[in-house]
């Protein structure tokens, strides 16, 4: 086993775990530690409301990516096709640095209160 294929698997199981606290936080309106960080004070939060019904599609579609695109790189689907191997690659990183940003902004909105 490669270590391209194990790297594909723990995104796979990352995909798998935000998928799930996305339908948790939605089912449940609670907003689960993995997206504010440990030791933030959930219960003095301004609007977990809002966070939650303003990140809930960012969160699942975030993780519906990682899942789908750790699939594609696990099967080798790409192997052959270097460029868009690289693509795929590029991509899951853009995914994670946008979905970040939006996660910190509805944090600070949301949560802590702080509006532009």
Request: aromatic share 12%; with cysteine; net charge positive.
């Amino acid at each position: 086993m490669s270590f391209g294929m194990i790297l594909d698997l723990l995104i796979v199981a990352c995909g798998i775990y935000i998928v799930y606290w996305a339908v948790q936080m939605k089912s449940t309106d609670k907003i689960p530690e993995m997206l504010v960080g440990k030791g933030f004070p959930i219960e003095r939060a301004k609007d977990p409301e809002g966070f939650i019904k303003h990140t809930f599609p960012f969160t699942f579609l975030t993780g519906a990516i990682l899942l789908a695109a750790g699939l594609l790189g696990a099967l080798g689907i790409f192997r052959l096709y270097p460029a868009a191997d690289m693509a795929l690659r590029v991509v899951t990183v853009a995914v994670i640095v946008v979905y970040g940003i939006l996660l910190m902004n509805a944090q600070k909105k949301y949560l802590v209160g702080i509006t532009k």
